[in-house]
């Protein structure tokens, strides 16, 4: 949960990483992009075949 805000605030401002190195921000991004992936697969796996998204598109 803390290095999300982090990891923002070292890409608008790399000066306020103060000993940490710019992989683990990158690291950091990937996670955050592979977490999304699974929870979009985790839901789709509940779903039942043939189900329509009950609300409407924007």
Excluded: H, Q
Aim: hydrophobic letters at 50%.
């Amino acid at each position: 949960m803390i290095k999300v805000p982090i990891s923002i605030v070292v890409y608008a401002r790399p000066t306020r990483a103060n000993g940490m190195s710019f992989c683990a921000f990158d690291l950091t991004a990937l996670r955050l992009v592979a977490l999304a992936i699974d929870y979009t697969i985790f839901l789709d796996w509940f779903t039942p075949p043939g189900a329509e998204d009950p609300l409407p598109p924007f």
